[in-house]
């Protein structure tokens, strides 16, 4: 998601987006779903000089 879309995902809203990708959630299959992915709008660069400054 972060090189992507640029967005930053908490541990958390990860959880929903990785039940749907592994299909571990086989009876929503075919079903709408929704699911919330919050964290931080960052740009690639900011995100890089702020992971070696840590």
Same mark, same amino acid.
């Given at each position: 998601?972060?090189? =992507?879309?640029?967005?930053?995902? =908490? *541990?958390?809203?990860?959880? *929903?987006?990785?039940? +749907? ?8 299959? *075919?079903?709408k779903?929704?699911? +919330? ?7 690639? =660069?900011?995100?890089? =000089? +702020?992971?070696?400054?840590?």
């Amino acid at each position: 998601m972060a090189k =992507e879309y640029h967005y930053i995902v =908490e *541990g958390a809203a990860v959880v *929903g987006i990785t039940a +749907f990708r592994d299909n571990l959630l086989p009876d929503l299959k *075919g079903k709408k779903v929704l699911t +919330f992915v919050t964290g931080s709008n960052i740009e690639m =660069e900011q995100l890089v =000089e +702020f992971a070696q400054r840590h």
